[in-house]
């Protein structure tokens, strides 16, 4: 298994590039489920759970295919002849529950893994299920197994959601695109990746109104044909590198980066001290003076994201005072706070919340990462870190971060990659 050798203590300068956002792409890779024709993607990312979610869709039988040598645009594509999602699959990556939608309404019938429960909580998918049952599909749970079928058709629906849930949204908005009258999805989630989706769908064809709204109207069509679709930059990526200029006291130019996605993040980070601010071809991220503690809870959006809240307690480990980072979204996700204790962080939780009291400096040691965030959040600690910190368990970060030693190292961190 890989790790990251880092030794800290050099401000990061230069620029680093925003890559399309994975929660964008895999629920955009799921709607090539929803036709025959071609749907072209670019500025795809190019990460592991990409390539879990194209074996995915391949193995419904739909053709995904590079369009050049790296693999950043895509074709997806077919006739759907296996509407199993199966367990050895969806284990590795709960967006898989995202085919569920559009097998349903596509091929009438669906077989999906339930996802189960991950590191950061239990992760149900009630409201995926229920809102697909007011459309009228049957569903049943059985042998680990969600059976879904549609024997006459998915029909239009007036669905609540009880959460904003951004799984359920995405899969919802597929699935009612091809289903006979009009759904109406309140309480829908607003995630810029959602917007992003229903972008691409209505390129396909589909009949959207309210996109960025939390009430979505779809008018269902009988088909979706193909369309070219670019996949917006990623603002958790964007978010995390702001946090790798301000936790080194450096400047960096995300290219490509957009102000109006990072909702929340640019305002807490300028009341910590950081500056972020717009340019021709992305943001500049920029510390001023000191670094003081701001308290951030994280929320659907445009509140402060759950996958920035990681990074962001590495970030405050460091301010002048303290911060009270409160979690509302997953009731498990402060596996990285005794990693960051280990590098000299002092953070205690209380049920949902952390209290981080800021420490003029880490020192560097060896780490163990439990998911994706957390990798990234003992990352960052590390550039900031005396000496050498060692993190362990990197397959986390590859899930959700394209080459992000090579980027740091680009702008001036001292960071490889070991291999084995
Ligand atoms: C969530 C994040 C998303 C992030 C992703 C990966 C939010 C609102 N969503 O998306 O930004 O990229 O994790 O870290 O921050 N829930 C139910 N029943 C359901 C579905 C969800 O009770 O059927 C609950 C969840 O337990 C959670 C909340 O709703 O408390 C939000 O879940 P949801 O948005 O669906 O999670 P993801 O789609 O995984």
């Known amino acids: 298994m890989d790790r990251i050798r880092i030794r800290g203590g050099r401000p990061l300068s230069g620029s680093i590039l925003i890559g399309g956002a994975k929660n964008a792409a895999l629920p955009l890779m799921a709607a090539g489920l929803l036709t025959n024709e071609r749907l072209t ?40 002849d296996n509407t199993e999602a199966p367990y050895d699959i969806v284990r590795k990556m709960r967006a898989s529950v995202l085919v569920l939608g559009p097998l349903l309404a596509r091929a009438g019938e669906a077989q999906v893994s339930l996802p189960g429960g991950c590191n950061i909580g239990t992760r149900p998918i009630d409201l995926h299920l229920k809102g697909l049952e007011q459309m009228g599909a049957v569903i049943r749970l059985e042998g680990g197994y969600v059976h879904a079928t549609a024997p006459r058709g998915l029909h239009g629906a007036s669905i609540l959601l009880t959460m904003p849930s951004v799984g359920a949204t995405e899969n919802l908005l597929m699935a009612a695109s091809l289903a006979d009258g009009r759904t109406v999805i309140a309480n829908a989630a607003r995630e810029p990746e959602i917007s992003d989706l229903a972008r691409c769908l209505v390129a396909m064809g589909a009949r959207i109104e309210g996109i960025g709204s939390d009430r979505l109207t779809v008018e269902g069509v009988s088909r979706l044909h193909g369309a070219q679709h670019a996949i917006v930059p990623d603002r958790i990526e964007t978010g995390t590198y702001a946090c790798a200029a301000a936790i080194t006291g450096g400047e960096l130019l995300l290219r490509h980066a957009q102000l109006e996605h990072l909702g929340a993040v640019a305002r807490v980070l300028a009341e910590a001290g950081v500056e972020v601010t717009e340019q021709a071809d992305g943001l500049m991220v920029r510390r001023l003076n000191g670094l003081h503690g701001a308290d951030a809870m994280t929320e659907p959006y445009p509140g402060f994201p759950t996958d920035m ?99 740091l190292a680009t702008c001036g961190a001292e960071i490889e990659r070991v291999e084995g």
């Not at 990312?45 to 950043?72: F, K, N, W, Y």
Request: proline residues 4%.
């Open 41 to 80: 993607l670019s500025n795809v990312p190019l990460l592991a759970d990409i390539a879990t979610m194209t074996s995915l869709i391949a193995q419904h039988g739909v053709a995904v295919e590079p369009l050049d040598d790296a693999g950043r645009s895509l074709s997806i594509g077919g006739t759907i």
């Open 309 to 407: 809240q990681a990074q962001y307690m590495a970030l405050m480990s460091v301010a002048e005072g303290a911060a009270m980072l409160t979690e509302t979204i997953f009731e498990n996700r402060f596996m990285h706070v005794p990693e960051l204790n280990r590098l000299g962080a002092r953070v205690n939780v209380h049920g949902a919340s952390a209290i981080v009291r800021g420490v003029p400096a880490l020192s560097g040691a060896p780490v163990m990462a439990s998911d994706l965030r957390a990798s990234a959040s003992l990352v960052l600690a590390g550039l900031a870190a005396r000496g050498e910190t060692m993190v362990s368990r990197v397959y986390h970060l590859d899930r959700g971060y394209e080459a992000m030693e090579r980027k």
